[in-house]
C-alpha cells in the first residue's frame, strides 16, 4: 500500500519561510510527477507547484518566486520550500505523486491528511 506523509507545516508570521515534505512509502518502482495542491477555507483546492521526473517546474502566479518545490528521488520525498509567507498562503497543503505500483502507474495523494500552514501576525 503506497501512503503519502507529510510534514513540516505550522504558524508562520508574515514574510517568514516554512519548508514542507511529503514522503511516498509503500512498493514502489517509481515516480513521475510530484506536486503541492492547497486548499483555503471557503476556496476550491488549487495547484502550487509540480515538478516532473526530469525537474522541470511550475508554479501559480501567486507563489512564483517566493516557493521552490524540489525532490530527492533516492527519498521518494518533494518539498516545498515556501518564503516570504503572506496571509493569504494560509491553507492546509497537499502533495500528490504518479507511482509506478505492481498495479502499474497510480496518482496519489493526501487529501485526506494534509498540513496546516497559518500565516498570521
Known amino acids: 500500500q503506497v501512503q503519502l506523509v507529510e510534514s513540516g507545516g505550522g504558524l508562520v508570521q508574515p514574510g517568514g519561510s516554512l519548508r514542507l515534505s511529503c514522503a511516498a512509502s509503500?512498493?514502489?518502482?517509481?515516480?513521475?510527477?510530484m506536486g503541492w495542491y492547497r486548499q483555503a477555507p471557503g476556496k476550491q483546492r488549487e495547484l502550487v507547484a509540480r515538478?516532473?521526473?526530469?525537474?522541470?517546474?511550475n508554479y501559480a502566479d501567486s507563489v512564483k518566486g517566493r516557493f521552490t518545490i524540489s525532490r530527492d528521488n533516492a527519498k521518494n520525498t518533494v518539498y516545498l520550500q515556501m518564503n516570504s509567507l503572506k496571509p493569504e498562503d494560509t491553507a492546509v497543503y497537499y502533495c500528490?505523486?504518479?507511482?509506478?505500483?505492481?498495479?502499474?502507474?497510480?496518482?496519489?495523494?493526501?487529501w485526506g491528511q494534509g498540513t496546516q500552514v497559518t500565516v498570521s501576525s
Open positions: 500528490n505523486a504518479v507511482i509506478a505500483t505492481a498495479e502499474g502507474w497510480r496518482s496519489f495523494a493526501s
Open positions: 515538478i516532473t521526473n526530469g525537474g522541470s517546474t
Open positions: 509503500g512498493i514502489i518502482f517509481g515516480i513521475n510527477g
